[in-house]
C-alpha cells in the first residue's frame, strides 16, 4: 500500500466478501424484510472496516513484532525534514543531492524489477551519511582550490573513503534507523576497489622504486601496495534492493564525467559498471537475474538521459529601458544637440592672408 486510505479500502472489500459469502451459504436473504436481516447483512462489512481501523492502529506493533516494515512505514522514513537529511543538507550538500538522484535512479530501477521502490529510495537517501564526519574529502563536497587530498598519501586518502561505511552505521545506530537501511549502508560499496588512490599507490610505488634505481631513496622507502588494503569491508549486496542502490550509486558518480551525454554513451557508461561490478563478484551473493540486470540497466539509461538531456541555446531578448534610462538618454541627445548647434554657429571663416611682400 502507497496510502493508510488502502487500508481502510481492503476493509470494505473483506466486508463486502463475507456479506456475499453469508448470501451464498444461506445465513441471510437478499431480500432484507426486516431490521434483523438487515443487521445482519451489514454486519460482516462493518466488521471488515473495523478490522481494517484496528490493523491500522496496531500496525507499528505488529512491524516491531514481526520485524517486517510495511511501505507505509517507508513512506514515513522517506520524509527529508528527517535531522539526518536536514544536517547533510548544511553539512554536505553535494552527497544530499547525490543521495536525491540515487534515490530516484534506485527507484525507477526498483520498480522496472518489482522489487520495493519505496525501500530504496529512503534507503538511498540515507547510504551516504557516513559522509557527515568528514564531508570535504568527498569530491562532491570538495573545494576545487582546497584539495585535502593532496597532503595525504594514497593510503590515507583511501582509508578516509572507506571508513565513511562504517561511520553511517554507528550514525544510524545512534539515530534508531531501520535495519534495512543499516544494512544498505554496509553494503553498497560490497568489497569494491577504491580504484583511483589504488592506481595512485601503484604510481607513487613506481616513482619511489625509480629514485632507488637512481640512488635517491631506500628500499625501505618503498611501499607495499596489495588491493586488500585499497577494498571496502563489505559484505557485498545480499538481497536486491542493496544490489540497486549499489549500482545506481556508481552509475550516478560516474555519470558526472560525461562532458557531452548521449544515449550512445550513457548506455555504454551503464554497461561497463554493471559489466565490471560483476567481473568483481559484486553481484554474486544477491538473487538478481541477468533478466532483471537488463531491466535495471535501461532503466537507469532511461532516468540518466531525462537527467542529463541538453537544452538549446536561447537568444538573449532584448532588455526593455526603464522611464529613467529613456529621460536620460533623451537629456543627452538633447545636450548634444545643443553643442553642436552651438559650435556650429560660433565658428567664424578665417580671413585669408595677404602676402604684401609680393
Same mark, same amino acid.
Not at 585499497?230 to 549486496?237: I, K, L, M, N, V
Not at 568483481?280 to 551473493?285: A, R, T
Given at each position: 500500500?502507497? +496510502? ?6 481492503? @476493509? ?10 453469508? %448470501? ?9 424484510? &426486516? ?63 547525490? &543521495? ?27 547510504? =551516504?551519511?557516513?559522509? !557527515? ?16 587530498? =593532496? ?7 583511501? !582509508? ?8 553511517? %552505521? ?9 535495519? +534495512? ?10 568489497? &569494491? ?11 607513487? /610505488? /613506481? ?26 569491508? @563489505? ?80 537568444? /538573449? ?24 548647434? @552651438?559650435?556650429?554657429? &560660433? ?12
Amino acid at each position: 500500500m502507497r +496510502r493508510r486510505s488502502r487500508l481502510l479500502t481492503s @476493509g470494505l472489500y473483506i466486508g463486502a466478501a463475507a456479506s456475499i459469502f453469508m %448470501v451464498l451459504f444461506s445465513q441471510t436473504s437478499v431480500a432484507l424484510n &426486516s431490521d434483523h436481516q438487515a443487521l445482519l447483512f451489514l454486519s460482516p462489512l462493518l466488521s471488515g472496516i473495523l478490522t481494517a481501523m484496528l490493523a491500522g492502529a496496531l500496525l507499528p506493533a505488529l512491524e516491531s513484532l514481526f520485524q517486517m516494515t510495511t511501505t507505509i512505514s517507508w513512506l514515513e522514513l522517506g520524509d527529508l525534514n528527517h535531522p539526518l537529511m536536514k544536517r547533510l543538507s548544511i553539512e554536505a550538500p553535494g552527497t544530499y543531492h547525490h &543521495s536525491l538522484v540515487v534515490a530516484n535512479l534506485a527507484e525507477a530501477a526498483a520498480e522496472s524489477i518489482a522489487a520495493n521502490a519505496s525501500m530504496c529510495r529512503v534507503c538511498a537517501y540515507f547510504h =551516504d551519511i557516513g559522509k !557527515l564526519t568528514k564531508p570535504e574529502y568527498f569530491i562532491e563536497n570538495m573545494d576545487p582550490d582546497d584539495n585535502p587530498h =593532496d597532503d595525504l598519501t594514497a593510503r590515507m586518502s583511501a !582509508l578516509v573513503l572507506i571508513a565513511h561505511v562504517k561511520d553511517g %552505521v554507528d550514525i544510524a545506530i545512534k539515530h534508531g534507523l531501520n535495519s +534495512r537501511i543499516i544494512d544498505v549502508i554496509e553494503q553498497h560499496h560490497g568489497n &569494491s576497489l577504491v580504484y583511483f588512490f589504488y592506481r595512485r599507490a601503484l604510481d607513487q /610505488k /613506481k616513482e619511489i622504486l625509480r629514485l632507488v634505481e637512481e640512488d635517491k631513496a631506500r628500499e625501505d622507502d618503498v611501499p607495499e601496495v596489495t588491493e586488500d588494503g585499497f577494498r571496502y569491508p @563489505g559484505p557485498r549486496p545480499q538481497f536486491k534492493e542493496a544490489a540497486i542502490i549499489s549500482l545506481a550509486d556508481a552509475v550516478e558518480s560516474a555519470s558526472r564525467t560525461l562532458a557531452k551525454p548521449s544515449l550512445t554513451r550513457v548506455e555504454q557508461l551503464v554497461e561497463e559498471i554493471v559489466r565490471n561490478r560483476i567481473l568483481d563478484h559484486q553481484l554474486d551473493e544477491c538473487d538478481l537475474t541477468l533478466a532483471e540486470l537488463g531491466d535495471i540497466k535501461a532503466s537507469f539509461v532511461k532516468t540518466l538521459m531525462s537527467m542529463l538531456h541538453s537544452r538549446i541555446h536561447y537568444p /538573449k531578448a532584448p532588455r526593455e529601458e526603464t522611464p529613467s534610462e529613456v529621460a536620460r538618454k533623451h537629456a543627452k541627445e538633447a545636450r548634444e544637440s545643443k553643442d553642436s548647434e @552651438g559650435s556650429s554657429g &560660433s565658428t567664424k571663416p578665417q580671413p585669408t592672408k595677404v602676402n604684401h611682400a609680393a
